[in-house]
């Protein structure tokens, strides 16, 4: 992997971060459930946490990352999801967020398939975790909301 092919992975993943951050911001303002806030303000938490960890990536070099150069990554070929909106009814910013949730997941869990270094792969396992729960508690929610009759 050369150094722009990496600067292009990890700057995507940022912005994925971010993209996720301003989503779960701009959706906790229109709900009007205490929890429903609660939960989405704390989900951009922890995506702010997650873009800190892969600026640090930024600063190291490419060749000194523990990845297998001799793979095919094909990271940046994932599914388009709909622009987020202000404008979004609560289970449609549900439904995104389940789907950004696991497009994250997977980024997190392939980087780790082709990590070689032990940290490295613990890290970006780490991040798929915390991303699978984020989508888990968001089904759940989802769920709940959309199909209340269950109750």
Do not use: C
Request: overall charge negative; proline content about 4%.
């Amino acid at each position: 992997m050369d150094d722009e092919e990496y600067r292009s992975i990890i700057l995507s993943a940022i912005d994925r971060e971010i993209e996720a951050y301003t989503f779960y911001r701009m959706v906790r303002e229109k709900v009007t459930d205490e929890n429903l806030k609660s939960l989405f303000n704390e989900l951009a938490g922890e995506e702010t946490k997650h873009r800190k960890i892969l600026e640090g990536f930024l600063t190291r070099e490419p060749e000194k990352l523990g990845f297998d150069t001799k793979r095919d990554y094909r990271i940046a070929q994932t599914l388009e999801t709909p622009p987020l909106s202000a404008d979004l009814k609560p289970l449609d910013g549900l439904v995104i967020a389940i789907r950004k949730e696991l497009d994250a997941m997977q980024m997190y869990t392939q980087l780790a398939s082709l990590s070689i270094d032990p940290e490295q792969i613990e890290l970006f396992e780490s991040l798929a975790a915390m991303e699978r729960g984020h989508k888990a508690r968001l089904e759940d929610i989802y769920t709940n909301m959309a199909f209340p009759e269950v109750w």
